[in-house]
């Protein structure tokens, strides 16, 4: 029984002792988490700092994208040679030894840019698309943006399809200008047709 007795105080030392290490061992496993924790925090906040930098730069990227579109686009519409549209044309025939019209067209400036000088022909094409009358236009001009001009002018006839014009009804028309030049008022202009 004595050593009964002694084998049980052993065991209850020995369990006590390990009892000890297990607690410093629980302990230091906990600091452990502890200090994993917070670099797991740190690191999320870092990527929610990464995360707030690539929208910043995605919103930039998107404004650039914005900007170069427009330029782009801008750029595109200056090298169109058919931007300048007509909104009225109106004409009188005159048959005299040499027939001519009297022709009134208001033109609209449908560039990004104001247009100091226009040269360019002037068509009309019956309802079968075929050219009926052709008049060249050049002038210095003051033409904003989206403006407005009306020319008045006398045109001869250069060929018998011309006098087809006064004949034809002005819905059946297909009245446009081709640019043939245009100066734009920040120096810069575009040229159409020349080879």
Do not use: W
């Not at 290490?21 to 924790?37: M, R, S, V, W």
């Not at 904003?144 to 045109?155: D, Q």
């Amino acid at each position: 029984m004595k050593k009964l007795a002694i084998l049980g105080l052993g065991a209850a030392l020995l369990f006590g002792a390990s009892s000890d290490d297990i607690n410093k061992k629980l302990d230091l496993l906990l600091q452990k988490i502890e200090q994993l924790e917070k670099k797991v925090d740190k690191k999320d906040a870092e990527i929610e700092e990464l995360k707030k930098e690539i929208k910043v730069q995605q919103k930039e990227i998107k404004k650039s994208n914005e900007e170069v579109k427009k330029e782009v686009k801008t750029q595109l519409a200056v090298k169109s040679c058919k931007k300048i549209k007509v909104v009225n044309m109106k004409y009188k025939y005159h048959d005299e030894v040499i027939p001519y019209y009297d022709i009134t067209v208001t033109l609209k400036n449908e560039y990004p840019k104001k247009i100091t000088y226009l040269s360019g022909n002037l068509y009309v094409e019956d309802k079968d698309k075929v050219k009926i009358f052709k008049d060249f236009i050049q002038r210095d001009v003051d033409l904003p943006v989206g403006g407005e001009i009306t020319i008045k002018k006398t045109h001869q006839l250069n060929s018998d399809l011309e006098q087809y014009l006064k004949d034809e009804k002005p819905e059946n028309l297909h009245i446009y200008f081709e640019v043939i030049r245009a100066d734009f008022a920040d120096g810069t202009n575009i040229e159409c047709g020349i080879f």
